[in-house]
């Protein structure tokens, strides 16, 4: 069984310390990821395996799969469990239609984006809202002034719409100045931070996650398996998918976060340290993550609910000191970090 851990020490609420991510929950063929999406019918064991195993923490965004995956997870969620049992996270900021004010974190977007994320999760309240991006980091979308961005998180969380906030992926000082100009004001501050952080991408080591243990906020890392690629998904090279969303349209994505010259290599390393341990390269890439104090709960997505219990099993994997060195000694940084 997993353990409840403190979202933080800037925050009060307690989650799971593993997040279901939901990107491939919803209508197969709709959105970005429709090519690897599963159906509400194949979706409602994988989350009721989760609850069973005391996951309690997941993690939606508006763009999944264009709103529909937080309508399949909100309606499982609302048969499964009370609404006091489970912690529900989602995401606000990027653009769900072509509309000029339809994406981005201006006053209007957040304020009407929140209310259709409740209306599609048919919740009345979010428990973690989180801003995808930096409010001058959203694509195809105008600069932001920061002050709207941060009074208008703050009204959702006044008016009760918004339990806790947090923020995802965007340079350290952005994310200090939001923080800094929240403080200076009295608006709520995050209390947590979603970067993305794995075994083949670990610029978040220079400055971010210094910040945020400092700061007492929590991290919950997107992609801790690299999309697949710590997982075996990719056989060799990014050419060599196994997988339907390594096959998919999703490569592109993958492509442009993954530029390492030794991330195969370091593959290949997780998968010799698997079978020291006897485990899979998946439960011991999440296995280093889990191992590392500084982090609350990576966010995990699966589509195989033997998957699922495989991840949650890589809580209880402690890794040898030797072999975390093995598995961290040909990193490379990157000449610029990429979100």
């Not at 909100?74 to 996270?89: F, H, Q, S, T, W």
């Not at 999760?121 to 979308?141: A, E």
């Not at 600069?143 to 719409?161: F, N, R, S």
Request: charge should be negative.
């Amino acid at each position: 069984m997993l353990k409840a851990v403190q979202l933080g020490t800037q925050c009060g609420m307690r989650v799971s310390e593993l997040c279901l991510g939901t990107m491939n929950f919803g209508e197969p063929g709709r959105g970005h990821q429709g090519d690897w999406t599963l159906n509400a019918k194949e979706t409602r064991p994988i989350l009721q395996a989760a609850i069973e195993s005391g996951l309690f923490y997941f993690d939606c965004a508006d763009i999944y799969g264009l709103g529909a995956s937080e309508e399949v997870v909100g309606k499982i969620l609302n048969k499964l469990l009370p609404r006091d049992e489970y912690v529900l996270a989602t995401k606000v900021a990027m653009p769900l239609k072509s509309g000029a004010n339809q994406s981005g974190l201006s006053r209007k977007h957040i304020m009407e984006g929140v209310d259709a994320s409740l209306k599609r999760l048919d919740h009345d309240y979010i428990d973690h809202l989180v801003i995808h991006r930096h409010p001058h980091g959203v694509p195809f979308h105008v600069e932001v002034p920061i002050e709207e961005t941060m009074e208008a998180l703050h009204d959702l969380v006044k008016a009760g719409k918004v339990l806790y906030l947090g923020a995802s992926s965007m340079f350290a000082w952005q994310f200090t100045e939001l923080q800094m100009l929240a403080r200076f004001n009295g608006w709520t501050e995050f209390v947590s931070m979603q970067n993305h952080y794995n075994l083949i991408y670990r610029e978040e080591e220079r400055e971010m996650i210094p910040y945020c243990v400092k700061e007492g906020i929590a991290l919950t890392p997107w992609s801790p398996l690299a999309r697949g690629i710590l997982a075996g998904a990719y056989q060799g090279g990014l050419s060599g998918g196994s997988t339907n969303r390594s096959k998919g349209q999703d490569r592109v994505r993958t492509e442009t976060l993954y530029r390492g010259e030794a991330d195969f290599q370091i593959v290949e390393r997780v998968i010799s340290v698997a079978q020291k341990y006897d485990k899979t390269p998946a439960q011991i890439a999440l296995a280093w993550l889990c191992q590392k104090p500084e982090i609350t709960a990576p966010i995990v997505g699966v589509s195989r609910l033997e998957q699922l219990q495989q991840l949650i099993e890589s809580t209880t994997i402690i890794l040898e000191a030797e072999d975390v060195e093995y598995l961290e000694e040909l990193y490379q940084p990157l000449n610029h970090s990429s979100f």
